[in-house]
């Protein structure tokens, strides 16, 4: 069957979320419906729905007849999504049963690096922003538990705004990151448990590190 088109609503949605997670909409600003109904060329009435889902999930808080804030990234969040996103992905990876299954997650996550990699090369920093995402999320979802999984995205998603964008726009830090997952996919292949635990801590804090070295450059 083709595939829908998304409603008004979800493309205001999209729009927003993307504004909050790029930073181009930082903690503490305020929008309005109209403002994004303007940019969209959109009625209000889809925008307050878009909002008001940003609300329920967390991004934003609503002001009557004012607008709305974009909620600031909470003292501690950095550490307890890092801590939740190891819990997940060491578990995933924990949960395979047979070297088969770790060979086919691991050929999954090269090919994953592979594209990262070649957006890294045409300085695509949207794709190898979405590839990242992609190849965490390929682990959690290799441990079979859906919920899970769905949970790992909201994760990637709060982390995914707490690392400055210019992070991505470093080649070396960049390629770092690729190397990264290289590494963790070997490990996962090679049935290194201990080892890929060890190095996905590395990596998800050097993450998060690395992000807000970038923002204190930028000020």
Request: hydrophobic fraction near 45%; aromatic fraction near 6%.
């Amino acid at each position: 069957m083709p595939r829908s088109n998304p409603s008004a609503a979800d493309v205001a949605y999209r729009f927003v979320k993307d504004l909050i997670l790029s930073s181009q909409l930082p903690g503490g600003t305020m929008v309005s419906e109209g403002e994004i109904a303007g940019q969209l060329a959109l009625s209000r009435t889809p925008v307050r729905e878009a909002f008001l889902r940003l609300e329920s999930e967390g991004w934003l808080r609503l002001y009557p007849k004012r607008g709305a804030v974009v909620v600031p990234i909470a003292a501690g969040e950095a550490h307890a999504v890092i801590d939740a996103r190891l819990l997940l992905e060491v578990h995933a990876v924990q949960s395979l049963a047979t070297d088969a299954d770790r060979a086919r997650l691991r050929a999954d996550l090269v090919s994953l690096v592979a594209e990262q990699a070649a957006a890294l090369d045409c300085g695509d920093v949207d794709a190898y922003s979405r590839h990242d995402t992609a190849f965490h999320l390929a682990i959690v979802a290799a441990g079979g538990n859906a919920l899970l999984t769905s949970f790992s995205l909201t994760l990637s998603e709060r982390q995914h705004r707490m690392v400055a964008r210019s992070l991505w726009q470093d080649v070396e830090r960049a390629e770092a990151f690729v190397a990264g997952h290289e590494r963790l996919a070997d490990l996962i292949g090679a049935g290194d448990s201990d080892g890929f635990e060890a190095a996905l801590r590395r990596h998800l804090h050097d993450a998060h590190l690395t992000g807000r070295a970038a923002d204190a450059a930028s000020l």
